[in-house]
């Protein structure tokens, strides 16, 4: 089992950045692909990126690829999700979610979410 917290969200003017952080506690998380997902009010739920145990795989969706870099530091137990030029659109609650296995675009292969933060970019 493992408990995963997102933090770092907030409201940012359009082309502003922001660092999302998921921290994770139990079991080892250097077990655990990590995945960033994001809901925006009246939308289905949809995938950001993801990142491999040992962070040498990395996924984007289209609509963020050269914006958002994600990143993972096994000693601290975190995953990090870095966004710039972000954009009206970028608005959602972002979520982590970890899987023990390799890293995926689909949410339902993840077993382990945190709660959610919210990120507001207004233009």
């Known amino acids: 089992q493992v408990q995963l917290g997102e933090s770092g969200g907030g409201s940012v003017q359009a082309g502003g950045s922001l660092r999302l952080s998921c921290a994770a506690s139990?079991?080892?998380?250097?077990?655990?692909?990590t995945g960033w997902f994001r809901q925006a009010p009246g939308k289905e739920r949809e995938f950001v990126a993801a990142i491999s145990r040992s962070s040498s795989v990395t996924k984007y969706a289209d609509s963020v690829k050269g914006r958002f870099t994600v990143s993972r530091d096994n000693a601290k137990n975190t995953v990090y999700l870095q966004m710039n030029s972000l954009k009206p659109e970028d608005t959602a609650v972002y979520y982590c979610a970890g899987r023990n296995g390799g890293s995926s675009r689909t949410s339902q292969d993840y077993d382990y979410w945190g709660q959610g933060t919210q990120v507001t970019v207004s233009s």
């Open positions: 139990g079991r080892t998380f250097s077990s655990y692909a």
